[in-house]
C-alpha cells in the first residue's frame, strides 16, 4: 500500500486549502482513512476520519467546523478540505489507512497500518 499526499503550502491566515492523499495498493472505499498532523516538538494528533462506507465523519474538536473530510472512490483519493486556517494549524499532514474492518471509531495514531510521507502546510502572514 502506497499513500501519497499533496496540496500542501503556505497560506494566509483565514484562507484555504484541499489535501489530497492518493492510494495504490489498496481501495480507500473499503477501508477507514484518516489524517494526522504533527508540528515540530509535538506529537501527531488526530485531525480527521472517515468511515469505510463514507457515511460517517469525525474531525477533532480544534478542528470541527473548519475541516471536512471526503473520499472520491472512483480516484481511489481522500481529501482533507481546511478552511479558515490559523497559525496554530501549521504542522506537517499524514494520511493513514486502517486495515481493520472494525467500525469503531479509530483517533490514535496506533490504530493505523500504513501512513504517507506527509505534506507540510503553513499557515502565516
Known amino acids: 500500500v502506497q499513500l501519497v499526499e499533496s496540496g500542501g503550502g503556505l497560506v494566509q491566515p483565514g484562507g484555504s486549502l484541499r489535501l489530497s492523499c492518493v492510494a495504490s495498493?489498496?481501495?480507500?472505499?473499503?477501508?477507514?482513512m484518516g489524517w494526522f498532523r504533527q508540528a515540530p516538538g509535538k506529537e501527531r494528533e488526530f485531525v480527521a476520519t472517515?468511515?469505510?462506507?463514507?457515511?460517517?465523519?469525525y474531525c477533532a474538536g480544534s478542528v470541527k467546523g473548519r475541516f471536512t473530510i471526503s473520499r472520491d472512490g472512483a480516484k481511489n483519493t481522500v481529501y482533507l478540505q481546511m478552511n479558515s486556517l490559523k497559525p496554530e494549524d501549521t504542522a506537517a499532514y499524514y494520511c493513514?489507512?486502517?486495515?481493520?474492518?472494525?467500525?469503531?471509531?479509530?483517533?490514535?495514531?496506533?490504530?493505523?497500518?500504513?501512513w504517507g510521507q506527509g505534506t507540510q502546510v503553513t499557515v502565516s502572514s
Open positions: 472517515i468511515s469505510r462506507t463514507g457515511d460517517n465523519t
Open positions: 493513514a489507512l486502517r486495515t481493520s474492518l472494525s467500525v469503531v471509531l479509530a483517533v490514535r495514531s496506533s490504530e493505523y497500518d500504513y
Open positions: 495498493g489498496r481501495t480507500v472505499s473499503n477501508f477507514r
